[in-house]
């Protein structure tokens, strides 16, 4: 469990999973005595809206989110690109802008490799994405996988923060 939250305390995480077309998000509620799912989504961009348009609707939206649920912590998910430059670039850039808005609220911001969410959420580094879907579901106790994709994503990433504890400090942005 989360070691700040106290019995009955909420510490609230926003775990956000980067993407220009559609950057996912989760909210969390690490409490003392388990960790309750508070929402999840996506901001979404249009590919035929010019990029610095883009960037300012992911900036909104992450603005909106930390105004309404007023997160303690805020996770990253880190890029991992093997392939496409352009793309790794362009992801860089939506990811730039979330941390940038972020950052105006607080400096508790966090950053996980996708080794160390699947390690931290499934317990394997090489885990399917359905596996750790199944295992966001089961922590969260919810009814069934979140959907689309990049949410489940989202909250992957604030559970792998609360799961953190005490180290998370070591995780922080630098």
Do not use: W
């Amino acid at each position: 469990m989360y070691a700040k939250a106290e019995r009955g305390e909420r510490l609230v995480i926003l775990g956000i999973d980067p993407g220009l077309a559609r950057m996912g998000y989760g909210v969390i509620d690490a409490g003392a005595s388990a960790y309750k799912m508070i929402c999840y989504g996506i901001i979404e961009t249009k590919p035929d809206i010019p990029m610095p348009r883009r960037l300012n609707i992911i900036q909104r939206g992450v603005r909106e989110l930390i105004a309404l649920y007023a997160p303690e912590d805020i996770a990253f998910e880190e890029l991992f690109f093997a392939k496409n430059v352009k793309t790794a670039l362009m992801v860089a850039a939506a990811r730039g802008a979330a941390v940038a808005v972020a950052s105006e609220y607080t400096e508790n911001l966090y950053e996980y490799t996708p080794l160390q969410i699947k390690q931290a959420i499934v317990g394997y580094g090489r885990a399917e994405k359905t596996q750790i879907q199944k295992m966001v579901k089961m922590i969260l106790k919810l009814e069934e996988i979140p959907k689309p994709d990049d949410a489940a994503d989202g909250l992957a990433v604030a559970v792998t923060h609360a799961n953190t504890g005490r180290s998370k400090s070591r995780f922080m942005m630098k």
